[in-house]
Every structure is written in structure tokens, then in C-alpha cells.
């Protein structure tokens, strides 16, 4: 695609509730991150795969968190018994191109645990 | 991880240069210094990178001085369409594995 893609774009979340976000890379990018920006701050690292290993997972919050990009392309961030401080934007980015340090966002996630 | 320290808000007015100043005194051999802007609702977009000295793209300028513990992001003629939060990061390894994003600085650009 043009860009990356998040899905849904806006989610509402009862605390407890199991959510699942969605991210489209942009085709053919072998990396894909996930980042969480909580608001008035900068984003903060969670995830990192490169195709379908997830090579680096050190940013995510606790093991109710959990990542998978199982054939290389499209992702997915689940998070099981939400809580109120998993409110914020989750942003999924994705690199490949010629300049080494871009890496191409998404519009985010903003999710609402109520 | 280096450290980055960079103002928390500008303000400048339309057509005006503007300058982000931002240090990484810890910043290692192999990392690169990037900046990213970021919109309202809007994921953070790539602006420039650059390793030493002084590169320009159609943006930005960045100059790095020799001991590359400080950076300066230049925007020429600002629009108010530039204000934005600009976050200045050093890419580990220059690659965008990792990327540390701090709280940036917030530009307002006024008539």
C-alpha cells in the first residue's frame, strides 16, 4: 500500500476487556515496530520484528501485552485484561527504505480503556 | 542508550528561520542523529539524518559539529504549517531499530 495502515483507528475498551490492533506495513518492509505514546509525551519503544521474528521485545509493558507478525507482513498487538494505563495511541511503523534511520508511521491507534 | 536534551517548546513567527538545538553527549561510534516531526493524530514522519558535518534536504538542514555530542536541526522560512513537536533522536547502530523519542520540542509558528 501506499503507506502503513492501523486498525481501528479509535478503540473503546471496557478495563478487562481482550483487545487486538492491527498494522499493514508498507509493502515489501522487512522491519516493523510497535510504539505506545501516551499523551503529551514522545513515543516509547515496545516491539521489534524483522519479517516474522520478533527480534527485540523489550519495551512491552508486561506479558498482558503480546505481539505476532506471522508471515512477515501484517501485524497484530494484543493486549489481554486491559487497564486504564494501556490508555494511549499505539503507533506501528515499518522501514525499509534507502535512508537507514526512517521509519514510516501510521496514523496510530488511539485506544480508550474505560 | 544516549540521551537526548532538547528544549521543550519555540515559538517563531512566519518566515523567520528556526534552529532546534539538541545534545547527545553520550552518543556512541556507530549511532546516527535522525529528527522526526510529529502532527496532531498524526504518527511521527522521518525528517532528516545525518552522521557528521552538514547535510540538506528539501526540508531541513542538520549541523553536526566534530565531536557530534550536539545537533542543530535548521528549518528555513517556517510556515504555519511547520508548527509541529520535532523530536531529535540518535539512532543506535543507524538503523531504526530502536528508536527513542523523548518528550521533543513543541514549535509554534505564528503570523
Known sequence: ?114 | LAKTTQPISMDSYEGQEVNITCSHNNIATNDYITWYQQFPSQGPRFIIQGYKTKVTNEVASLFIPADRKSSTLSLPRVSLSDTAVYYCLVALGGTASKLTFGTGTRLQVTL
Open chain 1, 1 to 114: 500500500g501506499a503507506g502503513v495502515s492501523q486498525s481501528p483507528r479509535y478503540k473503546v475498551a471496557k478495563r478487562g476487556q481482550d483487545v487486538a490492533l492491527r498494522c499493514d506495513p508498507i509493502s515489501g518492509h522487512v522491519s516493523l515496530f510497535w510504539y505506545q505514546q501516551a499523551l503529551g509525551q514522545g513515543p516509547e519503544f515496545l516491539t521489534y520484528f524483522q519479517n516474522e521474528a520478533q527480534l527485540d521485545k523489550s519495551g512491552l509493558p508486561s506479558d498482558r501485552f503480546f505481539a505476532e507478525r506471522p508471515e512477515g507482513s501484517v501485524s497484530t498487538l494484543k493486549i489481554q485484561r486491559t487497564q486504564q494505563e494501556d490508555s494511549a495511541v499505539y503507533l506501528c511503523a515499518s522501514s525499509g527504505g534507502q535512508r537507514n534511520t526512517e521509519a514510516f508511521f501510521g496514523q496510530g491507534t488511539r485506544l480508550t480503556v474505560v
